[in-house]
């Protein structure tokens, strides 16, 4: 028995039936002979038949599932569940995601007492190619989120939330922002590094399993760059936290932003019909990105 690891896994859902991933979660933890909780928290979702499936979670043994009465975001959603759990561990999870293998609680258990305050395990795609309408969610997935650990080491505090075990008392003290937007993990991952937090990568991913279409995944990349532009003018993080920010930078030392915005402006059509085709272009994503960044900085 882990004396010190009591374990509270907490799974913040919308419109995902996440029966299937609580109940292997479930058989784990018992087989790890550990204290343990699991907690699911819809946030107000309007889906019928995940609804019906979410009503069984709490006949299992260390399970509970409670639901918002309105629809207030994965932030808030998460704060909830870290406040209703009664262990000193969270290992958060998004509803779309399944671990790799049965030792999936184990692995994670081993690092407990190892000194640090985050241990992130990391995410992976199918190697299966999704349907064309999903491409450019798993290209981009796969070439961009699917790190190794030691890859991960390099930069420990880029921190993808959707598979992380933390120290209740430090998130607590990280993820205190009710905002309900888009793009919130480049904050998060900002404040842990501000608190000085022990940050460890293992191998230990999760397959990621729910692949929105390319048209929704454009919508939120955008979104997530308006939640980027609004925290680095509020001064809630620096002008380098993320890639497209230090792109921005470079381009925006020579002078050229005006011109880079002219060219990519004209292109625009022709980019968004090769994300939407048989095979994406990441580079081309990266610099539709950019040019709307640009866009965002021009008119602030």
């Known amino acids: 028995l882990y004396l010190s690891a009591m374990l ?4 913040p859902t919308y419109n995902y039936n996440t029966l299937k991933l609580v ?3 479930q058989l784990q933890g018992v087989k790890s002979d550990i204290y343990f ?3 699911v928290l819809d946030d107000a979702s309007n889906d019928a038949q995940s609804k019906v499936a979410h009503e069984k979670i709490s006949t299992l043994d260390y399970c509970s ?4 009465k309105k629809n207030i975001g994965r932030t808030a959603t998460r704060n909830i569940l870290a406040n209703k759990a009664k262990y000193n561990w969270l290992l958060f999870l998004d509803a779309d995601v399944t671990p790799l293998d049965n030792s999936f609680i184990a692995r994670y258990l081993k690092q407990i007492d190892k000194k640090n305050d985050v241990i992130s395990g990391g995410i992976v795609y199918e190697n299966q190619k999704p349907d064309h309408k999903q491409l450019l969610r798993w290209v981009y997935g796969r070439k961009r989120e699917s790190k190794s650990a030691k890859a991960r080491n390099k930069k420990p505090y880029n921190i993808i939330s959707a598979n992380l075990l933390i120290d209740k008392k430090l998130f607590l003290n990280a993820n205190n922002f009710e905002t309900n ?3 919130l993990d480049i904050y998060f991952s900002y404040k842990i590094r501000e608190l000085k937090a022990k940050v460890l990568h293992i191998e230990n991913p999760t397959i990621h399993l729910g692949l929105e279409s390319t048209a929704v995944f454009l919508e939120k990349s955008l979104h997530a760059i308006q939640t980027t ?3 680095e003018k509020d001064k809630k993080i ?3 936290s993320r890639a497209l920010q230090i792109r921005y930078n470079q381009l925006n030392s020579t002078g050229a932003t005006k011109l880079f915005i002219f060219i990519f ?3 625009e059509k022709k980019i968004i019909k090769n994300l939407n085709s048989t095979n994406p272009s990441i580079f081309l994503f990266d610099l539709y990105k950019l040019c709307y960044y640009c866009k965002l900085m021009k008119n602030a």
């Open 8 to 11: 509270s896994i907490l799974i």
């Open 23 to 25: 109940k292997n979660l």
């Open 37 to 39: 909780e699991i907690l």
């Open 65 to 68: 599932f409670f639901e918002n």
């Open 181 to 183: 937007q888009y793009g």
């Open 229 to 231: 532009h609004i925290l």
């Open 238 to 240: 620096d002008t380098a």
């Open 265 to 267: 402006s004209g292109l």
